[in-house]
Nanobody, 123 residues
Framework: VQLQASGGGLVQAGGSLRLSCAAS????????MSWFRQAPGKEREFVGN????????YYGESVKGRTTISRDNATNTVYLQMNFLTPEDTGVYFC?????????????????WGQGTLVTVSS
C-alpha cells in the first residue's frame, strides 16, 4: 500500500487540524494505520493508531484526550483530528501502515510510510 498524507499547514494555537492519509491498493482494510510526527531536532513520536476495522485506537500521552483517529475503509482513508493545538504540536506528520488483523500499537513494526505533511502551530 502507498500512503499520501495531506492537510498540513499553518494553524494558530488553540485551533484544530484534520489530516488525511489516502492509501492506494485494494487491501487497505487489512492494515493497521498509524500517525507519527517529528518536530525539528527531535525524535519521531507516536501520535496514535487505529486497528484495521476501527475497533480500537491508541494514542500517545501528549495528544490523548484531544485527538481522534478514524478511518473509512470504503475510501481507503485514515484521518487525524487534533484539537487545542499548541506550538509543541508543530512538526511533520506521517502516516504509516502495517498489514495485520491483530493488535497493533506504537511498537508495531510499521513498514509502509507516507511522505509526511508539515503542521506549524503559531503562538
Amino acid at each position: 500500500v502507498q500512503l499520501q498524507a495531506s492537510g498540513g499547514g499553518l494553524v494558530q494555537a488553540g485551533g484544530s487540524l484534520r489530516l488525511s492519509c489516502a492509501a492506494s491498493g485494494r487491501t487497505f482494510s487489512a492494515y493497521c494505520m498509524s500517525w507519527f510526527r517529528q518536530a525539528p531536532g527531535k525524535e519521531r513520536e507516536f501520535v496514535g493508531n487505529i486497528r484495521w476495522n476501527g475497533g480500537s485506537t491508541y494514542y500517545g500521552e501528549s495528544v490523548k484526550g484531544r485527538t481522534t483517529i478514524s478511518r473509512d475503509n470504503a475510501t481507503n482513508t485514515v484521518y487525524l483530528q487534533m484539537n487545542f493545538l499548541t506550538p509543541e504540536d508543530t512538526g511533520v506528520y506521517f502516516c504509516a501502515a502495517r498489514a495485520t488483523w491483530g493488535h497493533c500499537d506504537r511498537w508495531t513494526p510499521y513498514d509502509q510510510w507516507g511522505q509526511g505533511t508539515l503542521v506549524t502551530v503559531s503562538s
